[in-house]
């Protein structure tokens, strides 16, 4: 293949027409091309270089998305390829030049034709169908089998109906492009709306589409879980901060994929304290048994995350692990970049629980115990026989086996989202206070005291 043939096979494969179904528009114009010349046969060819065939897109008078091969007639006594040749301005060409050829049987280039030998064809004439970027792709013809002769007024119409063809084209391929670049938003959009679930509640995403601010949510009972990773400073000291990231990575990744198997909410991560949530944004009676096997799942994913890649003779990260159960509140927290935060005494109690852990050991406060023995009365915990240094709370250990063979419930169909109404409904009055003032919000943190 010339570059000619190639800048013209180029200009062709832009349109995708190559292979398509019949099409009214253009079977309404070869119609209108045979009427106006007065000839049997109409027909749109374009020439696929690379397929080394004509295929026909529309016709008068032969059969519908015919094709014929270079191997059956060479393009060197071809009519539309010569045609299209004639009309390529890069090629020696002249620009929309139509091929006339009124006595195909004496004419010298083609009357070794199969066609014209056979007296199917003895006059053809045929208008390059031009690209705007001037090189022609095909052609529209009429043919009859016998010679003859148009008019001018026969053969501008027919100029003028290739340039309709190339309209057609035009529109055809920008109609294309936009359904393609719609297809895409929306692919898009569905992807945006996928990241914004994981990170908000849908009914806070509708309340900001539409500019509002939803009012704080209050729910009770939830389960709230903390993490962080054991000598978290010396591993950061050890390694180079990309190392770090690595790993963090590593661990919230298989974290995530937990998160999305037991359909928990995730608060946040900050630097290596990892914060979620059961029980929100929908009600699930078995909210600490969700978090108990998350806790059993996150500390086994940790352990193979290892320190240093580079090293395996650091071994693998530990994590700490602490939850808590009871009311909480939670908002969104300013307008650049919003974010759904968590609010009262539960989110610091579950932190305390963290703070208070061993490594590879999951601690839970009393309220946490009760409500997985009542979720799972196969759990087995054990009483610890220290309590918090912050606040004197009783705590727990769970064995991690004891929790694995329960299955979890059903998610129920919709969201809970009620919204707090006095001061008798919550149990933790700070995050109601807070609620009420109308003050900035701080961060998933708790309630200061």
Known sequence: MDDSMRRRQEALMAYNILDTPPEDSFRELVTLAALTCR??????????????????????GLTESASVSFDDITPATMFCAQCVRGGDITDGGTFEAPLIIDNAFEHPLYADNPL?????????CGAPITAPNGIPIGTICVADSKPRTLT??????????ARQVMDHLEHRRQNFMLINAVAER???????????DDMLPSHVIDSLRHGVKPPPDYFDPVTVFFSDVVGFTDICASIPPTAVMQILDTLYSHFDRLVAKYNLFKVETIGDAFVCCAGIPHEQPDHTLRI????VEAMEAATKVPIDPEDPSKGCISIRVGFHTGPIVASVVGTTQPRYCLFGETVNTAMAMETSSHAMRINMSREAALALLDQCPEARIEERDVKSVDRQLEMFFLEPESVMDQDIMPIPP??????PTDAETLTC?????????????????GDEK
């Open 186 to 196: 929306e692919t898009f959009r569905h992807r945006l709306r996928e990241i914004l």
């Open 429 to 445: 009055p700070s995050a109601f206070e807070l609620w009420q003032s109308g003050l900035p919000w701080a961060t998933a943190v």
């Open 152 to 161: 001018s007024d026969q053969i501008q119409t027919l100029t003028l109906l």
């Open 292 to 295: 108990a096997k998350f806790a």
């Open 39 to 60: 000839t049997p046969v109409s027909c749109i060819s374009l020439i696929d270089w690379d397929g080394r065939r004509l295929w026909i897109k529309a016709t008068q």
């Open 414 to 419: 919709s969201p809970r989202c009620p919204t």
């Open 116 to 124: 014209v030998q056979q007296r199917s064809i003895g006059f053809y």
